[in-house]
């Protein structure tokens, strides 16, 4: 029964995190955007002390369920597992922890984010490596799906469905994508948790918390008749059953382990009651493990105390150009997110705006400083300012927006006119697209010849009533560069 709880409540969480992922309308976030929030590291940085305590709360009394049901990698890894089972089964054996490799990416891990890393301490990140291959890989067979639904529904003149655009936001992202999938799908398939229990910092984390769980599976010695099913079903790799041990830092509560167990010797009690005579004593180590739960709690606190600060942005709605991207002296960061240097710190590059902004201006940084982070570009669309998506669905806060009004406020870059691309200038043509559609009224049109009343027109650019939302570029006809574009903001500034 424990075992069905579980999968169901995982099933769930599972199916919803990635819906949140695959949506390209947005309207899921409504109703379940607070599971991209619960997660753990999005929750450290934000600074969500709530949802912290909670999730410590919940491994301390009942060890990594975390990780077994709201984690949705850990839950990608096992259905790549269970699949792997239908072929071979009693397929795993107990293998001692690898210590020193799970605390030494731990310590790399934590050293990025303090030194400004985060988008590349984020590659191994759990939440935010599933997010990645949810929206680079499961998201375009989903938006072709829905295509193909809508080339019947409109054939059958129902308009229940409506096309759209699928598009690679990014090679290097596409690359970190694939590379992390086939890694997890031979993890998983050969080894059940390999991942979790060696490299995942948070399955770190909460392995060392899991120590202390105040419910978790004992062995009863009385019972067991050591067939060592439990340990050949334990895709953690955790249980040795000839010593009658559980290693409480790598369970992650599946509950397999009971399921399999004919004898009925392992049970999911607490603690306290587990009878030193009959059932397996603690793992060894006591101490050490009382001194490795104080430090690396200390370390998380230290983190989580340098990265206090606030932060913001918002996404888009408009007509798909097909443009080059002109080179930015800075690139753009979202409304919202106060400057570069703080999206670069809080963002955990989990691609959750990237999918839902509506009219695809967010996409990933290949810049190493800022690897996989969202910023901005507008040959496919501009930064609407009646929508907040971006915002709405940030699991860190790294983009906060507090409303609508006081984004139109905020000037993340500024327009830069280039003659030689106008087409007033190259062909004689009478344009004015950008002064039209500037939300702003920072564009007016001039003409080109002082001197010559009738001479075609040619935008000026008012820097200090810009905004950057980039409606400018996005319209201006001159192809393969428009005439006009943004150059960024490192720090945002209220106009």
């Keep these: 029964m424990l075992r069905k709880t579980r999968i169901a409540a ?19 976030h409504t109703w379940f955007g607070w599971l991209a929030k619960i997660q753990f590291l999005p929750a450290v940085l934000a600074l969500n002390v709530g949802v912290v305590v909670l999730l410590v709360a919940l491994t301390l009394l009942f060890g990594r369920v975390y990780c077994s049901v709201i984690c949705p990698l850990g839950v990608f890894q096992d259905i790549i597992s269970w699949i792997a089972g239908k072929r071979k089964k009693n397929r795993f054996r107990y293998s001692p922890a690898l210590s020193w490799l799970r605390y030494s990416v731990l310590v790399l891990f934590v050293a990025a984010l303090l030194a400004g890393f985060a988008s590349w301490a984020a590659l191994i990140a759990p939440y935010s490596a599933y997010g990645r291959m949810a929206s680079t890989l499961f998201a375009p067979l989903y938006q072709w799906g829905n295509n193909l639904l809508a080339y019947f529904a409109e054939r059958a003149d129902s308009y229940a469905f409506y096309s759209t655009e699928v598009w690679i936001k990014g090679t290097s992202t596409l690359i970190v994508a694939i590379a992390t999938f086939v890694v997890l799908f031979i993890l998983a398939w050969r080894n059940g948790r390999t991942y979790c229990n060696t490299i995942c910092p948070v399955g770190t984390v909460l392995g060392v918390l899991s120590r202390f769980s105040l419910f978790r599976p004992v062995i009863d010695t009385t019972r067991c008749n050591g067939c060592q099913s439990c340990a050949r079903n334990c895709k953690a790799s955790c ?35 587990a009878k030193q005579a009959c059932l397996a004593p603690d793992e060894k180590g006591g101490n050490h493990s009382r001194r490795a739960f104080l430090s690396l709690t200390g370390l998380l606190a230290t983190t ?27 690139p753009i960061t979202p409304p919202g997110s106060l400057s570069a240097a703080n999206m670069a710190q809080h963002c955990t590059a989990c691609q959750l705006c990237v999918s839902v902004c509506p009219n695809q201006v967010l996409r990933p940084s290949s810049n190493p400083a800022t690897f996989m982070q969202p910023e901005m570009s507008y040959e496919r669309g501009y930064c609407r300012p009646e929508c907040a998506k971006c915002a709405e669905v940030c699991p860190t806060d790294a983009i906060h927006l507090t409303s609508l009004a006081e984004k139109s406020s905020i000037q993340i870059g500024h327009a830069v006119w280039i003659k030689k691309n106008c087409l007033p200038v190259t062909d004689g043509v009478s344009c004015g697209n950008c002064a039209r559609h500037c939300p702003t009224g920072a564009i007016q049109m001039v003409p080109s010849d002082p001197d010559v ?4 027109q040619i935008p000026v ?32 500034r209220i106009i």
């Design 453 to 456: 009343t009738d001479s075609p």
């Design 239 to 273: 249980i040795d059953a000839k010593n009658h041990a559980i290693d409480y830092s790598r369970c992650v509560v599946c509950m397999d382990c009971i399921e399999k167990c004919t004898q009925g010797a392992i049970r999911y009690i607490p603690r306290h009651k």
């Design 10 to 28: 995982a099933a769930i969480c599972f199916t919803l995190i990635t819906l949140l992922f695959l949506d390209f309308t947005g309207s899921l």
């Design 304 to 330: 989580a105390l340098l990265k206090a600060q606030e932060k913001k942005v918002d996404g888009g709605l408009a007509i798909i150009e097909d443009k080059k991207i002109p080179k930015r002296a800075t």
């Design 461 to 492: 650019i008012n820097v200090e009533r810009c905004i950057g939302c980039g409606s400018c570029e996005n319209l201006c006809p001159a192809r393969p560069f428009s005439a006009i574009y943004v150059e960024g903001h490192k720090n945002h």
